[in-house]
């Protein structure tokens, strides 16, 4: 297909490499900074552009990639060319893109995506919705050379989805991130922690997270979670943390 | 070595068949339970016992490996041997086995042990402490025999590394639980999480986690966490650890 990426961010980024390596010809890279552009656009073979008046209509498709609040101005100055534009957000409905045009879709990655660390698409879950069936299918048919994992999720699910990944990657993350500062305060080094946070990952590759939640919570071992909570009193965030998920983990034992 | 496990639970398992597999002789395995510690001594070729009294003197280490409120009882039973004991707890101080013996040590595993999950025991870091210089080196150079991350860590960095894991393991696995809940709600499959779950760990396998800290709170993106509270209206528990999160990740952007 000859594709069109509105965009230059992480996902833009992952996913023009992507479509290029599957043999997609990118014709055009726009993004309101020319040298992002430039830069993307120089990786994918592609044609970079700064300048909304620019960008061709010959072109199969739009992907629009850029922060949920753009797209809706995006969609508005692409739908002149009517040709299919998707977007590639979790959280923003169909309905976005519907109000300009009714060839719409969405191209939803559902993963974290990071400058400068490479990622295998072909596992990257993509989540296809289309504004009718032939849309829907050649949607499809264009992810499928681009990852193994592909589903039609209307807007509604993808929603939750997008929800759930703030559950399943960025608290985590987050959490990491408050273990990490400490263990710094007391002079230990996070290597010392990175082959369980692996491991607490790799568990769930297979198994249901209920069936191997470990901890004091889990065992009702009062004992140390207050000593836990002894040793956080000058943290009084991580603190309320602490209770809070501890008591939502002795819930979860109880149901 | 010559060694005795006192225990037959998950961190006994994993931890006995790695000394055994490193060429350890394990003398016995004791185990209130005598179905447990019969299972555990036929895999590592060890003599069971569930009798205190039939615990021999002839080992040269025991190794502790109980809830930690059954540790105390345990060293004072073990004591009269006069041999080197330690226990395997992240919470409980050396202190616990000092009030019986001056041959008192911990040999403390920091990772998450599943039965049936297999574990590559060189890569699980091994936190040393030994009551005298001489016990230190020794237990040392044994832990040295199953793993390639061995420190020496006192009890008071070991409690902080303890409570780091309820962050960076326990935690995480409840949030992939919440969200694997929330899709089941929505009849969606765990496997599209899955992948996104393996890459937020992997991440930090050489980054720190503030580094790739992503998502709506990270961007300040206000517009998308109403959106996902109200979809979190009839989860009042998700929700307040939603609003909880998202504010600790707010200011940590603002550091």
């Given at each position: 297909m000859r594709i069109t990426l509105i965009g230059s961010g992480n996902v833009a980024t992952h996913l023009g490499a992507a479509l290029k390596n599957a043999?997609?010809?990118?014709?055009q890279v726009y993004s309101r900074g020319a040298q992002n552009a430039a830069l993307l656009a120089y990786h994918i073979k592609a044609e970079p552009t700064?300048?909304?008046?620019?960008?061709?209509?010959?072109?199969d498709l739009f992907i629009i990639s850029v922060n949920d609040d753009a797209i809706d101005s995006m969609a508005a100055a692409l739908a002149v060319h009517q040709k299919p534009i998707v977007h590639t957000s979790?959280?923003?409905?169909?309905q976005v893109l519907l109000k300009y045009t009714d060839q719409a879709g969405v191209f939803y990655p559902l993963q974290t995506f990071s400058k400068n660390k490479e990622i295998y698409f072909r596992k990257v879950p993509l989540c296809i919705e289309g504004a009718y069936e032939d849309l829907t299918i050649e949607l499809i048919q264009l992810a499928q050379t681009i990852s193994n994992k592909v589903s039609i999720v209307n807007s509604d699910q993808r929603k939750i989805l997008h929800l759930s990944g703030v559950f399943a990657c960025n608290f985590p993350n987050y959490l990491y991130h408050a273990a990490q500062q400490l263990l710094a305060q007391h002079n230990l080094d996070f290597n010392l922690l990175r082959p369980l946070i692996a491991e607490t990952a790799q568990k769930v590759e297979h198994r249901m997270p209920a069936d191997v939640q470990t901890g004091p919570a889990t065992r009702g071992d009062e004992k140390t979670m207050a000593a836990h909570l002894n040793l956080l009193q000058n943290e009084p965030d991580l603190k309320e943390i602490y209770v809070l998920l501890s008591q939502a983990i002795i819930k979860m034992g109880q149901r």
């Open positions: 043999g997609h010809q990118i014709v700064a300048d909304l008046w620019q960008i061709t209509p010959d072109t979790g959280a923003a409905a169909l």
